[in-house]
């Protein structure tokens, strides 16, 4: 677990040895411009981001052509270990001593907090793609702090509604006990209580829990429609895998898997997972652009993107084209500019960052296909609907975020 | 009551291993006055010689080899085992006539070698174990709920242990001469039977139990390197409840201590971690030496 990290700083390290001896550029600070992926890479969460969304940067500077009006692009990457102290320690040293420039992947909500408001007092771009909490873009949103593929506010809105609507009014949620957890129980509790269902209990488990059993159980008592699960990754997939060994699906109970990425999916197989519906903001092969990508990534990863690889992508590529538009690596700017941007890639269609730092896009709900409609290894999703911008983000009029003027 | 069945029987599940890991520190300290620290890490050391054996041995070193999990049941045991003895003859024994902290200070520098050395190569949340034998994968009908074949398996088979060991200590001729050498380890030795000989044997063999605890764990909960640590706090509060040296009080303490975890998720589950501890605080209150130890 220490090796990737110490891997990292390592190649920092040797990243600043190579670049001193290089004239600094006029416009650009250091004479290099840093790219920070700070992921898990060894824990639950290695799989949706992790080592991937240093592949997905990579060869977005790659697409760029390696280098920005003659800086050359570098990225360097760490494993947060999924612990906040760690995360901060990490990003600390890379913007001070380091100098990177911008930091992204950031999965895991406390890591988030941590990071986005540390950086944002040193002036430092970050561009969220992992973390779900809506606090990055609400009570605690920065100047310098953008919230690029999901948040906790978009994921019930589709997956909670259609639910509802099907005859699931009673939720019983096994929540993950952290920040994010709580944010994405709390958020689809509010959609399902809109639609007039109704929440009767909640039961927290620790993060990274093996045993789902007793849990479970309890869902299965309290008598409700449907077991949301305010979890992800690996928890998700523990939660569902168990449920199939303890019938509860078959005794008549629906899972709503409120946060499921494509490789949860794929590590759960077709024949548990078939019928699961929830909401994401990428299909790999949701048109040809991105299928032409998502090859690409498969080729390099041996695993086709999940969601918020591909907005590793997309948000790594953006902000070189935003840095490239003004000139400088000046945060100010380059954030100003990014606002201004409609973002347009095989991620996003016509995507706008807004004041608060929430990317507003559509989203997708998804179900997964049953073993028979499936036609290779990685065809597990078909689109249900679409999901516009305006119904999956918290308006710039309801925002609590206090850098929005109203 | 549905509820409370089923949580029972999910209680029991947990009791087993609790069970099989005190039954081992219960025996280690009642023959070598060893509180065995490590014996969290023996336990995740048996669940990882399933895992190596089935998904690394290729891999790893070249070995064009699969043991399975029916083969895991023998080969971790042996394995872990071999080494709690190797431990104890080239460690512990230098302790012997020192304080019990002595030994668990040692111990205890042992798990964290071996968690730290596991967490270098692997997943410190935890690989799943794929080598769950097909027979066991199916599910069983209860009545009042489904329960997956392999959870009940693990059950059986852990009581099957559990009281195997009991009757060898207890009714025995080599229980009774293990246990002539915890009572009087010169007088036994005068006799001439050969009580270092028996005590290394018998770390060992505490050892294997804890290993092979490891490899029915292993198809349940993921296969981690911090697995035996979230665990042994417990163990040791089951046996500090069930009386020090005692093995019958530690097969049942665990199994009971299992069962009032399980309803404690009933009726008040925030307590559920905590409910073991709460008992061990009044039971070192009002009956220091354990509910089936003797008081001195």
């Known amino acids: ?66 280098s920005i009006m003659g800086t050359p692009i570098e990225i360097v990457s760490a494993d947060h270990q999924n612990k906040a102290d760690i995360a901060a320690s990490t990003a600390r040293e890379w913007i001070d001593d380091d100098e990177v420039d911008m930091l992204t992947a950031l999965d895991n909500s406390s890591v988030a907090l941590a990071v986005q408001g540390l950086a944002a007092e040193r002036k430092v771009i970050t561009m969220n793609t992992g973390a779900g909490t809506t606090a990055l873009t609400e009570e605690q949103c920065t100047p310098y702090g953008i919230h690029y593929v999901y948040d906790t506010h978009a994921l019930p809105v589709g997956t909670a509604t259609a639910m509802v609507k099907n005859g699931g009014e009673k939720w019983f949620f096994l929540t993950a006990d952290y920040a994010f957890g709580h944010s994405l129980r709390d958020n689809t509790g509010a959609v399902v209580e809109e639609l007039g269902g109704e929440v009767v209990g909640s039961i927290q488990h620790p993060l990274s829990t093996n045993d789902f059993s007793s849990y479970l159980l309890q869902a299965q008592a309290s008598g409700a429609d449907v077991i949301g699960l305010a979890n992800a990754g690996q928890d998700t997939v523990n939660a569902i895998k168990q449920a199939n060994q303890f019938q509860i699906v078959q005794s008549g109970q629906k899972l709503a898997g409120m946060l499921v990425f494509i490789t949860d999916v794929h590590s759960m197989g077709l024949d548990i997972a078939q019928g ?123 925002t609590k975020c206090d850098l929005v003027n109203k | 009551m549905q509820l409370i069945t089923a949580q029972a029987l999910l209680g029991l599940n947990v009791g087993v291993f609790y069970a099989m890991l005190s039954l081992g520190l219960a025996v280690i300290f009642g023959l070598l006055n060893i509180i065995n620290f490590a014996h969290g890490a023996m336990y995740m050391l048996g669940a990882f010689v399933a895992l190596i054996g089935y998904s690394y041995l290729e891999q790893w070193f070249g070995i064009s080899l699969q043991i399975g999990f029916w083969g895991s049941l023998i080969m971790a045991p042996l394995v872990v085992g071999l080494l709690g003895i190797i431990i104890e003859r080239t460690m512990l024994k ?131 390197p911090l697995m035996g640590a979230d665990l042994i706090i417990v163990v040791f509060a089951v046996v500090v409840i069930g009386g020090m040296g005692s093995i019958m009080g530690a097969i049942l303490t665990g199994l009971a201590l299992g069962l009032v975890e399980g309803m404690t998720k009933v009726f008040y589950p925030p307590a559920a971690n905590t409910v073991i501890f709460f008992l061990m605080v009044l039971v070192l209150l009002f009956r220091p030496a354990g509910l089936f130890g003797k008081e001195q």
């Open chain 1, 1 to 66: 677990m220490f090796s990737n990290w110490k891997t990292g700083i390592a190649t920092v390290a040797a990243a600043t040895a190579v670049s001193l001896p290089m004239a600094a550029n006029a416009e650009l600070s250091d004479g290099v411009l840093k790219i920070g992926v700070l992921s898990d890479m060894s824990g639950v969460y290695k799989t949706l981001e992790g080592p991937g969304a240093v592949t997905a940067a990579e060869m977005a500077v790659e697409d760029f052509g390696g």
């Open chain 1, 276 to 398: 699961l519906q929830f909401t994401t903001a990428f299909v790999w092969n949701q048109d040809e652009e991105a299928l032409e990508w998502s090859n690409r990534f498969n080729e390099r990863h041996g695993a086709m993107p999940t969601m918020v690889q591909a907005g590793v992508y997309s948000a790594v590529s953006n902000y070189l084209k935003a840095v490239e538009a003004v000139g400088t690596d000046d945060s100010d700017a380059v954030r100003a500019q990014l606002g201004e941007m409609e973002l347009n890639d095989f991620f996003v269609d016509g995507g706008k960052i807004a004041p608060n730092g929430s990317m507003l896009h559509d989203m997708f709900l998804v179900e997964v296909k049953s073993p028979d409609e499936s036609e290779s290894e990685w065809d597990l999703l078909n689109v249900v609907s679409r999901i516009p911008a305006d119904q999956a983000y918290i308006s710039m009029e309801e």
């Open chain 2, 94 to 224: 230098r302790l012997a006539n020192l304080d019990h902290i002595y030994g668990l200070l040692l111990t205890f520098g042992i798990t964290l070698i071996l968690q730290g050395l596991f967490a270098n190569y692997f997943n410190v949340s935890g690989t799943p174990y794929p080598g769950q034998p097909e027979v066991l994968s199916g599910v069983l009908n209860l009545g009042f709920m489904y329960f997956p074949t392999y959870r009940m398996f693990a059950i059986v088979f852990s009581l099957v242990v559990c009281f195997a060991t009991w009757y060898v200590i207890e009714h025995t001729r080599l229980g009774s001469r293990l246990r002539a050498g915890v009572e009087n380890p010169q007088l036994t030795q005068a006799f001439g039977l050969n009580v270092p000989l028996m005590v290394t044997l018998t770390f060992g063999f505490g050892a294997a139990l804890a290993g092979l605890a490891g490899v029915l764990a292993a198809p349940i909960y993921s296969v981690s």
